[in-house]
């Protein structure tokens, strides 16, 4: 089929020519250009006065440096010849700015030609990034970079879907179920898969008997506000249960201390009228369906703690945005294989051993929980997201005996 150019707005490079990217070969895993691109690609973004508005572009330009991208390739360095698949198409996420530089870099170092179509909302930090790229893509060591590279922007209306899935040997859907299943409706070639990153949901654990104790609550609570408040819990991996577990006078004086210190947080979080509303909602109608369900009194608007006396298993569906979260006092973290399903994505933890989350994971065989991580590290990008391995996924053996 043919490209209807007409109906995309090309973010980069300008003059594209996408008739020759089945063409084009792959390159090995993790190669020197590639690191060093990724790199200066880094410096460029780390020196933008731009970046300094945006916290996730800088996080972004601090990933791309040459020292971590050697040290994730540490773990690939006993590998047989890995070349990448081809063509990679990616269609990020229209709610997070950034994700498609991340899964952009899972595609560079994997060795592939990308096309990534970004958000079609406009984002500042989304043309940032474009431009750092068209000014690294300038010097002649990384002209290369501008055959291989393919930032694209259009609408669901447009055919732009079914053609770049037509010529790609992989394609990663970055969206919600129903967003998969709409760009599924557009074959690839026989040899091609998807890799989905469906709707998926997270949760936090927090032993009191280690909270109390804690002499730096200010930056626990830091960490835990850029968890949920900074994308207004939208983010797949942001918490909406919070499990506690410890001794109970324990868990009473370690709520206090906790939630007071995530307060004096909220006077730079602005919440919507609609959030407002919506949480009003939510907490009606989980009082309808269930037993046992409480409102803490609050400060304010900003934060909703609900109590519940149960752990069931439709639990996640009384999700809501905007600060509200569901608290449950359990006498382990074992309670949670009742209710964690295909759907959870994330554990945010604070006051357990690695020892411990791994002998929790081990014994329960659970059948959700991609990631543990600690407060304060959820939304870090990681090559291994949603229990794959991107860069193994995304490049193929090439075996020889």
Known sequence: MQLNSNEITFLFPQDVKLDHVRDLHPDEIFSDLSVDFLNKLSSVLTKYPQTRKFPDV?????????????SNKKNYENEAIRLGRGVIFHVAPSNVPVNFAYSLVAGILSGNVNIVRVP???FEQVNIICEAIEQVTALPEYAEFKNRLFLVRYDRQSTATAYFSSVCDVRVIWGGDDTIA???QSAIPPRSFDITFADRYSLAAINADKLIAETNIDKLAEGFYND???FDQNACSAPHLVIWTGEKENIAKAKDIFWKAIQRR?????????????????????????DGVQRVTPE???????NISSLTADIDKYRCAGGYFLEYDADSLNELKE????KYQTLAYYGYSVDELRDFVKSNCLNGIDRIVPFGKTTDFSLIWDG??????LSRECSIR
Do not use: G, M, P
Not at 300 to 306: A, F, S
Not at 388 to 393: A, N, V
């Open 58 to 70: 800088a996080t972004f330009a601090f990933f791309c440096r040459k020292a971590n991208i050697l």
């Open 120 to 122: 079609s909302k406009s």
């Open 182 to 184: 709409q760009i599924r």
């Open 228 to 230: 949920t408040y900074l």
């Open 266 to 290: 909220l006077e730079k979080y602005e919440l919507s009228s609609i959030l407002s509303v919506d949480k009003l909602s939510a907490l009606y109608w989980q009082s309808t369906q269930c």
């Open 300 to 306: 304010d608007n900003k934060l909703w703690r609900i």
């Open 339 to 342: 209710i964690v399903n295909r």
């Open 388 to 393: 794959y391995d991107l860069i193994r996924s």
